[in-house]
């Protein structure tokens, strides 16, 4: 019984169209073959799997084709079907990785001053270069600078930064990059069709996430999927053998979060004890991703970055070996949280909408016009509407019953006119400074209702209070001379404050003699009356 090839030989490239995801690179390759501008010593660095060797020994067959140099070889004649094979004897592969040291080294020179044994051209391909020691990379300097004319160097590491800048400086360096999602898609689902396997999409997906831009190691992902599936390569059985998540699994597991359903999630997180936790953190951020780019109305960007932010931070959490139970555990609770943070955010939103909302000005009636024939006309009883004083007074008091008593009990509506809101304030002692302190508040319900262009204007108290004056209480006299109040107070930061208690001057108040107040008849029966023993005469301003 014969065995079969494994997918990442059996299907290796043997031409530059063949290459999958460097098409610049073959493109410079091929230019410079046809052209005959070519250097002596070439550089190949990258991610595994992603297409260095293959290109070399294309490049090398290349070279040394019968028709060559060519960016087209014929894969017909001696050379190129030794190539293909492996076994040109003038194309000399090399794994510095167990050949590292400088005796490896020396042999390598010495086969380079010998021409080649049928071609034109003897090829030196030096894999993982970067595995050779130090005195085996100076052994080579000299050489790799000026090679015979009949020798090319074509070197390949997956770590170009541990080289030497000596050897960089001696080639020509093409960077190869990760192959790209789709390229790799693609790719499995034109050897999955050349094999006559069945084959789901989504499966193939995840076998190109799993492979993290190497071709080589999907390939050999893919390889096992066949033999697991059965023959059929599905979501499920790609999932299983590779110890990941089930896509609807995730699905239902983000319904539960944004139903918040705990019960759900505590179920669903007992089952997720089988799994490997910065696993779930992997497959929940590949999830998030792919909601993004299909647009789901449930996941907008807004949510996804906050649920991106908690799955990020959990990473740091791994590297303190947390338990990572509890963390999946914490992940999914702070998403529940993230979505009530949504909901103020909406809040917040309308509140502004209302902010920035001002009430248009009472327009004057329509003229009715009168039909020529005869109709009933029904004068609808108008709905009893709170006046915009009336919504201002129950803002407050919602928002604190204290300072709404205060508010009613002690300011009273005078007019609104051009865009100024005029109200008498005779509040005192705590009231005064209460509604003080909560002046901010008043103000913004106050631009809520009549327009946020509303200035206030607060007039001082117009009422006269007559009291007893009680016994061996301070005796208080009118000034000689009324002192003149403000006309106004626009947006007055002592609110509801009759007189002038920040805002005038104090050379404005008219010096008495207290020692003369004294000396009248009222007080001096008042004192006897009530046999006062101390008499202070203030100054009220």
């Known amino acids: 019984m014969g065995t079969s090839e494994v997918l990442a030989l059996k299907y290796r490239p043997r031409r530059f169209e063949e290459l999958i995801g460097q098409e610049s690179i073959s493109q410079t390759l091929s230019l410079a073959l046809d052209s005959g501008r070519l250097s002596h010593a070439y550089l190949f660095s990258g991610l595994r799997g992603s297409g260095k060797t293959s290109t070399a020994r294309i490049f090398a067959k290349s070279l040394i084709c019968e028709n060559g140099p060519t960016s087209a070889p014929c894969d017909v004649c001696s050379h190129c079907v030794m190539a293909n094979e492996g ?16 005796d490896d080294i020396r042999d ?23 595995m050779l020691t130090k005195e085996a990379h100076n052994a080579l300097l000299k050489t790799l600078e000026e090679p015979p004319e009949y020798v090319k160097f074509i070197l390949a590491t997956t770590d170009p930064l541990k080289l030497p800048p000596t050897i960089l400086s001696r080639t020509q360096h093409f960077r190869f990059k990760r192959i790209s999602h789709p390229n790799i898609v693609h790719h499995l689902s034109h050897i999955l069709h050349l094999e006559n396997i069945e084959y789901q999409a989504e499966a193939l997906d995840i076998l190109a996430r799993s492979g993290s831009g190497s071709l080589r ?27 990941l998540l089930d896509p609807d699994y995730i699905s239902r597991l983000f319904d539960a979060i944004f139903a918040k359903d705990r019960p ?10 089988a799994y490997e936790s910065e696993m779930v953190v992997d497959e929940l951020i590949a999830y998030l991703k792919e909601r993004l780019y299909e647009g789901d109305h449930r996941f907008s960007p807004l949510v996804i970055e906050r649920f991106f932010r908690i799955l990020s931070d959990a990473k740091t959490l791994f590297a303190i070996n947390a338990d990572g139970g509890f963390v999946v555990s914490l ?4 998403m529940i949280e993230a979505l009530k ?45 709170k006046s915009s004083f009336e919504q201002l007074c129950e803002r407050i008091s919602d928002r604190s019953s204290e300072l709404g008593i205060s508010f009613k009990n002690n300011v009273t509506f005078l007019s609104f006119d051009n865009e100024t809101l ?33 200035q206030i204007k607060s007039q001082g108290c117009t009422k006269s209070a007559e009291e007893p004056t009680p016994p061996n209480v301070e005796i208080v006299l009118p000034e000689e001379e009324s002192i003149p109040e403000p006309a106004s107070m626009v947006e007055e930061a002592e ?9 005038c001057d104090e050379t404005s108040v008219k010096e008495f003699d207290g020692s003369d107040v004294l000396k009248e008849p009222m007080i001096q029966k008042a004192a006897e009356l009530f046999e006062a023993t101390k008499i202070t005469v203030q100054s009220k301003v």
């Open 87 to 102: 076994r040109h004897i003038d194309i000399i592969e090399m794994d510095a990785a167990s050949s590292r040291k400088i």
């Open 108 to 130: 390598l020179i010495e086969h380079t001053k010998y021409r080649p044994a049928s071609a034109n051209i003897k090829i030196f391909i030096i894999d993982e270069v970067h």
């Open 217 to 243: 190691d999907t390939l050999t992902l893919m390889d096992q999927a066949i033999i697991y599936s059965k023959g059929f390569v599905d979501v499920k059985t790609v999932a299983d053998m590779l110890g």
């Open 264 to 273: 759900s999630l505590i179920q669903m997180l007992q089952e997720l004890e």
């Open 331 to 334: 992940i999914l609770f702070k």
């Open 341 to 385: 943070i949504k909901e103020i955010d909406e809040m917040i939103e309308s509140l502004e909408s209302r902010i920035s909302h001002t009430p248009p000005k009472a327009s004057p009636p329509a003229a009715i016009s009168v039909s020529e024939t005869p109709s009933i006309h029904v004068t609808p009883t108008p709905p009893a509407v």
């Open 422 to 454: 005029t109200w008498e304030s005779c509040a005192e002692g705590e009231d005064k400074e209460l509604l003080k302190n909560s002046f901010g508040i008043i103000r913004q319900f106050v631009r809520e209702i009549y327009g946020i262009d509303t």
């Open 495 to 503: 609110i509801g404050v009759g007189s002038c208690v920040s805002a």
